[in-house]
């Protein structure tokens, strides 16, 4: 078994929340926008940059846009991809039911579709990181790192479920108000606003960029895969089969995050052997969205 990894990581004051110079923004997306047909499902992804592939995984009611703040960084080294899960985002729903052990064999079929035999890191975001573990259960040599970011999985199995659930209603249920409340430039521009569409998901969303936030909020109430994703969720429990993932493997959570509670990272960081525990003080649910600097940094140490 790999050793416990204690990351040294460069310190970054409470300051580097959010982004006020992103990247992002000044890329045209349309040029790195693929599409690609698989068993049952039709899969939309964005891809920037080459050498060895990082597959990027978003979580419930989100798409390949919560990786806005991460791709453009990753795609100066690595062949950098985020999909839209089948009934997500851009992807219509699948043949096949939604489940999470379907979602991982998917990402497998994903791979092989694109002649991606090893995978340099698989990260995922909440119910991202819940379908990584499964393909990587089910395929590790494919492989060679995992990243968990505030995953699903551990908090809907155990005693927490209900809280997890309550947290994501709660996430959808102040989308649809925000949509219902006007004009969405007049809410996104006024704090108020900002913290009932966002404050169940960010730790502090009206000090992230507007055009950020515009970015996240459609997926959720447009995707039609949501509500079976979170049947799927609820109750599948896979905690007795994380002992076997033997990769490295690095958990990164918010100190403050409400959907996901943060003893879910300490299930993790307990139960998969050797894994490193990375917890961001004042952040919740989107580390790589709400410290992009800090996560980005992270994945380059946990990378070399």
Same mark, same amino acid.
């Given at each position: ?28 997306? *349309? ?26 995984? @978003? ?143 960010? *730790? ?35 905690? @007795? ?64």
């Amino acid at each position: 078994m790999p050793e416990t990894l204690i990351g040294e990581p460069p310190i970054f004051p409470a300051s580097d929340y959010g982004n006020p110079d992103p990247e992002w923004l000044r890329v045209d997306w *349309r040029q790195h926008l693929r599409r690609v047909e698989l068993p049952g499902a039709e899969v939309n992804y964005a891809e920037v940059g080459e050498g060895d592939p990082i597959l990027l995984v @978003h979580g419930l009611g989100g798409c390949w846009r919560n990786w806005l703040e991460n791709l453009p960084h990753l795609g100066r080294t690595h062949r950098a991809i985020a999909l839209d899960l089948p009934g997500f985002g851009h992807s219509p729903m699948p043949s096949w039911p939604i489940e999470m052990p379907a979602y991982g064999r998917l990402i497998h079929d994903f791979c092989e579709k694109l002649g991606i035999d090893r995978v340099a890191a698989l990260v995922g975001n909440s119910m991202g990181g819940f379908v990584s573990t499964e393909a990587t259960i089910e395929q590790p040599e494919r492989f060679e790192r995992l990243v968990l970011v505030s995953a699903a999985g551990i908090s809907f199995a155990g005693t927490q479920g209900r809280r997890a659930e309550a947290g994501l209603r709660t996430f959808e249920t102040a989308m649809a108000m925000s949509f219902l409340a006007g004009p969405r430039r007049v809410w996104l521009s006024r704090p108020r606003g900002r913290q009932l569409a966002f404050g169940s998901i960010f *730790r502090n969303p009206n000090r992230l960029r507007p055009e950020l936030l515009q970015e996240q909020m459609a997926p959720g109430l447009n995707s039609p895969g949501f509500s079976d994703a979170i049947r799927a969720l609820r109750g599948y429990d896979t905690r @007795h089969r994380l002992p076997e993932i033997e990769i490295p493997t690095m958990v990164v959570w918010g100190l403050n995050d409400r959907l996901v509670p943060v003893e879910a990272a300490l299930g993790y960081h307990r139960l998969i052997p050797g894994s490193r525990l990375e917890v961001f003080e004042r952040t919740g649910h989107l580390p790589q969205l709400e410290r992009p600097a800090r996560f980005n940094a992270l994945l380059d140490d946990f990378l070399a």
